[in-house]
């Protein structure tokens, strides 16, 4: 199913969990480097500059390609035929490698995967199928299963956001077709929506047998409560009513289900981060409380918007002085000072171990060789 | 933490017993850090505050008055400096730790304010007469004093940017400061001198063991602004380009040597892009034939940046490699 040898993979995050230990001092740099040669790793990972350089120059080819063939091509009607033709041939090339050349997160295979997903995109865009009635929901349907197909079989997280988004859509999209109804419900289907997205990820971000795509359920998990939050919040349905129904908000009785949701869902994020020490989560909801806020000065003016900003700025740096006389010493767990501990690290390090590792144990007999 | 990552390694006999306890010790209750946070909290806060207070004193300039302006924008000035006199150690040529997060934030805010504050004075009141050039001169000293007495990289960087302005004004002779018009000789000429400058005062921070740790700041400013200098020029002074390319080529490969010198994987990546930049607008010009239709021009240009690009990726993986070689790293 994954491109990336899994075994190969295992290694790497053991390699990676060692290589923390040692650099907090807890393991020696010796066992650190006994750790490395029992566990070889044999993926091309540059670091991160290397990985942005080869990352533009895949993409300086990739869209000289796409010109070339808006430019050649005649008749323009056979365009989408090509850009699908080499959307197979960047397949091709970016299996080669992964397999031949063990390329990981390279910049190269990176930019490959998402240029894949664009000349596929952009064959449909240029074809005939957008004279069609509802390619809207065509479009959003291919993105969709392109994006989920390109998580399975690369654990892309940035294709994880895109088909996470995409499928939200076709789904509304198709509700929408239902009617009055369908627009008056339509804060509600998404919230609800974003829940069984949360939910789910949640869920699978834990199983062992899907160690590898931790980090897409993770984005799964942070760009659903975003949307989750986006749904509740006031100002987005009244905009939505009043564009769809020409309706204000303000006077109907579902006012107060909304008002309520804008200043639950941050609270419930902020509480739920303090107790599961879900740091991105506390984060989430630090920004959702300020985009409440904003919510609220936008319907009830009591200060001016200038006043606004000087009030808040003095609060943020009131709450960051208390924040940091607070936590110097560390208070339960938390601290001012910089550490990389997390418990999103601890939380990889159980799954580690939760099946995959020890079934890559059993596999390789490497318990035995040591 | 984990009972069984580290419990397996050390069945394995890759950890000590002694290594386990340290890890199940370090682990049992791991400590979140909310650094980050705090700092974005109070830059948001920092931006709020004088956005707001911008925003009021421009939509009540008329009741306000310059002087009270000039007095609040003045307090906030001294407020931050008294911050930073009191929290800060006395003056060390090493680089100096900063007390809290707060002092640093302080400081740049003390600094912008009081560029804001000799700006204001001028556009007012003129008091350097006609002379902007005094005007921009004596802030760049004072954000230069005070990033070396208070070791603080922010204000540096305000200092460097001040640096940049003043020299625009000389230049240009006008009152929009900076080097923005890049599109005529003498500015052009002035900021790769700038950016020669700020790389040699690099290295002069680092012989002279006079807060070393800023060498890396004044490279970074040096070094880009050099290489968008040579690549304006290359463009501004068509055909008579040459000069500049190996101006440019000279300067990618002193990038170069620094790299593998020091082991940077980022002045690598930066110099060979640069340079590479700098190749692709002279053969995008050489392309240009007379006599041979825009078309297959545009063409051809398009086929080279199909083909050049794997060549580049080929270089940087073999440099990337052979650096990795050279500095002992697997």
Redesign the interface.
């Known amino acids: 199913m994954l491109a990336y040898d899994e075994l190969e993979l295992m290694d790497l995050a ?1 390699r990676e ?2 290589e923390h ?1 040692a650099k ?1 001092e ?3 740099q010796a ?1 650190n480097e ?3 040669t ?1 566990y070889p790793v044999n993926f ?1 990972s ?2 991160i ?2 990985r ?3 990352g ?3 993409a ?2 990739t ?3 796409g ?2 063939i808006l ?2 091509i005649r008749p323009k009607s056979s365009i989408p035929f090509y850009f699908l033709i080499i959307a197979v041939g960047m397949f091709l090339l970016l299996e080669l490698f992964i397999r031949k050349y063990h390329h990981l997160r390279s910049g ?1 295979d990176d930019v490959l995967l998402y240029s894949i997903l664009i000349f596929i995109y952009m064959s449909l865009a240029t074809s005939r199928l957008t004279d069609i009635n509802n390619f809207h929901l065509l479009f959003s349907l291919t993105a969709t299963i392109a994006g989920i197909l390109a998580v399975v079989r690369y654990a892309d997280r940035l294709a994880a956001f895109q088909s996470l988004f995409t499928g939200v859509f076709f789904l509304g999209a198709l509700w929408y077709k239902m009617g009055t109804l369908a627009k008056f419900s339509m804060p509600i289907i998404m919230i609800m929506l974003f829940i069984s997205v949360y939910t789910l990820a949640r869920q699978y971000r834990n199983s062992p047998s899907l160690l590898h795509y931790t980090g897409c359920f993770r984005i799964l998990e942070i760009f659903s409560l975003c949307g989750l939050y986006a749904a509740c919040n006031f100002y987005i349905a009244d905009l939505w009513w009043n564009a769809q129904l020409n309706i204000s908000l303000s006077s109907q009785p579902s006012k107060y289900f909304f008002i309520i949701s804008s200043i639950l869902v941050p609270l419930w994020c902020l509480f739920s981060g303090l107790n599961k ?1 879900d ?1 991105i989560r ?2 989430l909801s ?1 920004l959702m409380i300020a985009a409440s806020v904003i919510t609220f000065h936008h319907y009830v003016k009591i200060i001016t ?13 009131i ?3 208390v ?2 006389k607070k ?1 110097k010493g ?1 208070v339960a ?11 999103e ?2 939380d990889l ?2 799954l ?3 099946g995959s ?2 079934r890559k ?1 059993n596999a390789t007999g ?2 035995n ?2 | ?6 419990d ?2 050390q ?6 017993e002694d ?1 386990l306890h ?2 199940q ?3 049992a ?7 980050k ?2 700092n974005v ?2 830059y ?10 911008s ?2 004193v421009y ?1 009540n300039i008329d009741r306000i008055g310059h002087l009270a302006i000039l007095s609040a924008i003045g307090a906030i000035c001294i407020f931050c400096y008294a911050y930073g006199f009191r929290k800060s150690s006395p003056f060390s040529r090493n680089e100096v730790e900063s007390p ?3 002092y640093d934030y302080l400081l740049v805010l003390g600094g912008l304010t009081m560029v804001i504050f000799m700006g204001y004075l001028q556009y007012q009141y003129h008091v350097f007469g006609n002379s902007w050039n005094l005007a921009g001169f004596i802030p760049m000293v004072l954000l230069f004093i005070t990033a070396y007495y208070f070791d603080q990289l922010g204000v540096l960087s305000l200092a460097i940017l001040n640096l940049a302005a003043w020299l625009g004004i000389i230049i240009n002779r006008v009152k929009w400061p900076f080097l923005w018009n890049l599109d005529e000789n003498h500015t052009i000429y002035t900021a790769i001198l700038l950016g020669i400058f700020l790389v040699g005062m690099s290295y002069f921070s680092r012989l002279t063991n006079l807060k070393s740790h800023f060498s890396k700041l004044y490279h970074q400013f040096g070094t880009h602004i050099f290489f968008i200098s040579c690549i304006t020029s290359i463009v501004h002074f068509n055909p008579q380009y040459w000069p500049w390319f190996f101006l440019l080529l000279a300067g990618s490969v002193s990038h170069l040597i620094k790299a593998f010198k020091e082991s940077s ?2 002045y ?3 110099a ?2 640069y340079l590479y930049i700098g190749i692709s607008i002279i053969v995008v010009d050489l392309l240009k034939v007379p006599g041979i239709r825009d ?1 297959v021009i ?2 051809r240009n ?2 080279y ?2 083909i050049s ?2 060549g ?2 080929y270089l ?2 073999r440099l ?1 490699n052979k650096l990795k070689t050279d500095a002992g790293i ?1």
């Not at chain 1, 767990?333 to 550490?339: F, P, R």
């Not at chain 2, 209750?29 to 650094?35: A, G, H, W, Y």
Request: proline share 2%.
């Open positions: 053991v969990h060692a230990a907090r807890v393991i020696t066992e006994t750790i490395n029992a091309y540059p670091n500059f290397m942005i350089g080869l533009l120059v895949t300086t080819a869209i000289a390609i010109s070339l430019v050649l190269i020490r740091l506390l984060r630090v918007d200038e006043v606004a900003m000087i009030l808040y700025g003095i609060i943020l740096i709450s960051a002085y924040l940091l936590l560390g767990g938390y601290t001012h000072l910089a550490t990389e501990d997390s418990a690290w601890i390090e159980e580690l171990v939760g590792f020890s144990m490497k318990t060789q040591h | 933490m984990s009972k069984g990552l580290f397996q390694l069945q394995e006999g890759l950890l000590s290594s340290r890890v010790k370090h682990y209750k791991p400590v979140i850090s909310l650094q946070d705090i909290i109070l948001v806060g920092v931006l709020l505050l004088s956005a707001g207070l925003i009021l939509k809290d997060a707060l994987f980022y690598l990546v930066v060979i892009l078309e545009f063409q398009l086929i940046f199909i690009p794997a580049l990726a940087l993986v990337n697997r």
